[in-house]
Every structure is written in C-alpha cells, then in structure tokens.
C-alpha cells in the first residue's frame, strides 16, 4: 500500500491504486448518508436504542464500533485467501470477538464509568449485524485497504445517527449536553419539565423513525429504496 | 477447496493466537481495572453518607482518613483476622445468617460523630441488586443510602440506582417503637402498611419486582447486625462518647 495519492485517475483498475482514490473514497463515504447501517440498511438498531440516552456513551460506544468494524474488516481481509470456506463465519467470529473484548477491557481500565453505563452492550457489538454484514458482504472480497475504509464509513455511518439520537434524548430527556445543563433554569422556572419519554429506548426509535424521514425527503438517491 | 487437516489447523492456529492476545491484555489490563473497582466501592460507601465526589484523590484521601472497615458476625462479635476487602458479598447473603462474615464500614464524621455503614445484596428482577446503607449513630435512624445494578431496566427499576428514590430513606427508622427490627419497607402506594411513615419507602411504578427485592435485601442484610448494634450499644452505654 504505497502513498502516491496525486493525480493517477482513479478509475483505472491500475495495480497500484491511490490510497484515496474516489472508489476508495466512496466506499468510506456512502455509509455516512446514502447506505448508512442504521437509517437505510436498518442494521445495528438494537444498541442504537440503549446507549443513546447521553452523549458521551454514544460518542464512546460509537468509537468502539468503529475500531471493532475498521480492524474486523482489516485483518479479515488480509486473511481472505487463507480462511477455509467452510469455517469462514467461525474465523470471522472469533477475530470480531476478540477485537471486541480488547474494547471492553480497555474501557473497564481507563473509562470505568463510561463502561459501566454501556454494561453489555460493549460486549453486544459482536452480534451487532453490522459488524458481521460488512464481513460477509465487503472485507471477504476486497483488499486490506478499501475494507478498512469500508468499515471506518460503517463505524462512522452507525456513530453519526448513534450521537444525534444521543443529543435529542439527552437535551430534551435531561436538559443537558455531554453533563452540562444547555437548558436555562428560567426555563424550568417557567413551567418547562424535562420529557421523560425521551430517556426510554422508544424515545430512539422515534428520533431515528424522524432520521430517516427527514434524510428520505432529502436524499433523492433514497427514494426509492425500500 | 481446503482439505480437511487445513481445516482444523486452521482454527486451532487462530485459537491460540487470539487466546495468547486477551490472555496478554487481561493480564496487562487488570491492576488498573482492580484499582477502578476498588476505587468504586469506596465512592459508593461515600455516596450512603451523602458524600458525593468523582475526583479520585479526594475520594481515597476521604475514605482513607475517615473510615473504617470491620467484619462481624451475627453473633456480635468482631472478626479481627478477617478483611472486608477479602469478603465477596455475594457468597455470603445465601448463608444462613449464624455463618456469614459481614463487612461493616464505619465512617467517622465531623465532630467524632459515627455513621454505620451496612452493605446490602440481593436480587433484583434481571440480575444482582446491591448498595450501602448508612446509620446513625442510635443505630436505628437512616443517615443515608446508595443503590446500584446489574440490568434492571432503564426508567424503571434502574431508578433505584437514581437520587429521588435513594433520598428517599433519610431519616427513616429500622426499628419499631417497641424496638424490633422492622427494616425500612419498600412498598407500592396502594399496599396495605400497618407500620408508620417512617418505616417507608415508595416503590418504583414499573418497577415492582426491583422494588421487591430491595425491600428483601434490605431486611435479609441488616437483621444479622443488630447484634453487634446491640453490644456497641452497651459498651458505649447508649450515649454517644467513645474513645477519649
């Protein structure tokens, strides 16, 4: 994987690619917006409904995803052409659960309180669909450097709709952002309360429920994907 | 195609090297996520005396200074060869209560005046329940509490482990005015109570079962130590001045 992203056109299936080529760039790129796990391919909803009553869990739980699903799609991919077929969701199992454990043990010995909040769901991520799908679906086929990127824009793709759920539920749920109190208490003084609604797990489906109306309306690629 | 020996090879290699890798990070990680658990238990013990704080040195700096921790027996006796920290409360709030060792954390206030601190444990509706509750010095009055859990779920029986219901057992009493041990009660509005106000606490809507067995734990974990109450009691002669 050499480093010559200049000029080179990219569409070329030349030997040696540009690192961020616009094939490579796109492939980091769509799982933002256009294929994003959770709002389009409507994978990984499980957790995104339990860690997202704060902030600061969602960024750390998303963080997590993103290494477990950058460094899966990795060492998967470097491993393609020797995993026997036949053991080949076995291989992958393992290797996710062991990136996960490493997650969860470091969070348990620099972020005992973070990880506290996010108890099983660390250890969730393995059966996190997304995880598995991108195995499946990109890193068995694809070279080292393009499934990495495919699972950074996965990790990322989940961490945006995973925060912004995060933000509606704790501003409205708590008043307060990352801990700090945004909502004034003239407001509170003046008759306002904090929805409780917003800290129950419905809440996120409704706030990706209005996600993925508002990016539907917005994105005309989505239209017409069911 | 691989053949079969590939196969088998194959898992077995990746096993071990994958086994070799968390056995390294377990082992490298593990003095700091003691450190962190230890750390915790004390926060909490601070937390029942309502002393409140997430800053690491103030935390160890408090509760080196100011507590004390002893092991009991139900008999009132003080086990002196015993650590609280060697003490899993688990294992012992199963045994009948003649044969359990418990933990007993005594906080030393301003002014000398003592605060008992009382582990609790027991189960809630999706897995362990546990906290410390703390009181006075006429060992019937509670100064404060701390509640915390495994998996009980969010917005509901997770509110046990929220201030508005540990709050909630301040200035409750554990005995009755005859002087028999009542504990303070977790019950639903709409129970019947005979006991007085101060002997309860609301329990949770939505979170009956949590709320239940707080309420168990509470009266499985404090009975076994009214006997060492009882002899601090009359080795102290009722009123306050100890030591000195």
């Not at chain 1, 050499?2 to 490579?24: C, D, G, H, I």
């Not at chain 1, 499946?136 to 990322?156: M, R, T, Y």
């Amino acid at each position: 994987m050499s480093v010559e992203s200049t000029s080179a056109p990219a569409v070329q299936e030349k030997k040696k690619e540009a690192l961020f080529s616009k094939k490579n760039v796109r492939t980091l790129r769509d799982p933002l917006d256009d294929n994003n796990p959770i709002t389009v391919q409507v994978l990984g909803i499980c957790s995104a409904l339990a860690v997202t009553v704060q902030v600061k869990p969602a960024l750390i739980m998303a963080a997590g995803v993103i290494f477990v699903t950058a460094f899966s799609n990795l060492i998967t991919s470097m491993l393609r052409n020797s995993i026997p077929n036949r053991v080949r969701i076995i291989v992958q199992l393992i290797i996710v659960a062991t990136l996960v454990t490493i997650v969860d043990q470091v969070l348990k010995a620099y972020m005992f309180d973070v990880s506290k909040k996010l108890s099983v769901f660390v250890g969730l991520i393995i059966t996190n669909c997304i995880v598995m799908g991108r195995l499946e679906a990109f890193a068995l086929a694809q070279k080292p450097w393009p499934s990495f990127l495919d699972g950074v824009g996965n990790g990322l793709g989940y961490g945006i709709i995973l925060v912004v759920v995060a933000i509606f539920r704790e501003l409205f749920g708590a008043g307060t952002l990352l801990g700090f109190h945004v909502i004034p208490q003239w407001a509170y003084d003046h008759g306002y309360v904090n929805n409780g609604l917003m800290v129950l797990p419905p809440a996120a489906l409704f706030v990706i429920g209005m996600y993925i109306w508002v990016q539907r309306s917005w994105n005309k690629k989505l239209v017409n994907v069911s | 195609m691989h053949s079969n020996s590939y196969t088998l090879l194959y898992a077995a290699a990746i096993s071990v090297v994958t086994a070799i890798i968390l056995a390294v990070t377990s082992e490298g990680l593990k003095p700091l996520q003691e450190a962190n658990v230890a750390l915790d238990t004390k926060k909490n013990i601070l937390r029942s005396v309502r002393i409140a704080s997430e800053d690491r040195a103030t935390i160890e700096q408090t509760y080196n200074a100011n507590v004390q921790e002893l092991v009991v027996n139900s008999a009132g006796e003080v086990l002196s060869d015993v650590s609280a920290k060697s003490i899993r409360l688990k294992d012992q709030v199963n045994k009948a209560p003649e044969a359990r060792q418990m933990p007993l954390y005594v906080y030393t206030g301003e002014a000398g005046k003592k605060y008992y601190v009382v582990p609790v444990y027991g189960v809630g509706l999706w897995g362990p329940i546990w906290g410390y509750l703390a009181l006075e010095d006429d060992f019937n009055t509670v100064y404060g509490s701390f509640f915390d859990h495994k998996g009980e779920t969010p917005g509901l029986g997770a509110e046990i482990a929220e201030k508005p219901f540990q709050e909630q057992f301040q200035g409750k009493k554990i005995m009755s005015d005859q002087d028999k041990f009542v504990s303070v009660r977790v019950v639903k509005k709409a129970d019947k109570f005979t006991l007085g106000d101060e002997h309860r606490v609301d329990g949770i809507s939505g979170g009956t079962i949590t709320s239940r067995g707080v309420d168990a734990m509470l009266r499985n974990c404090i009975e076994p130590y009214l006997s060492y109450f009882e002899t601090v009691k009359s080795s102290t002669g009722a009123v306050m001045p100890e030591s000195k």
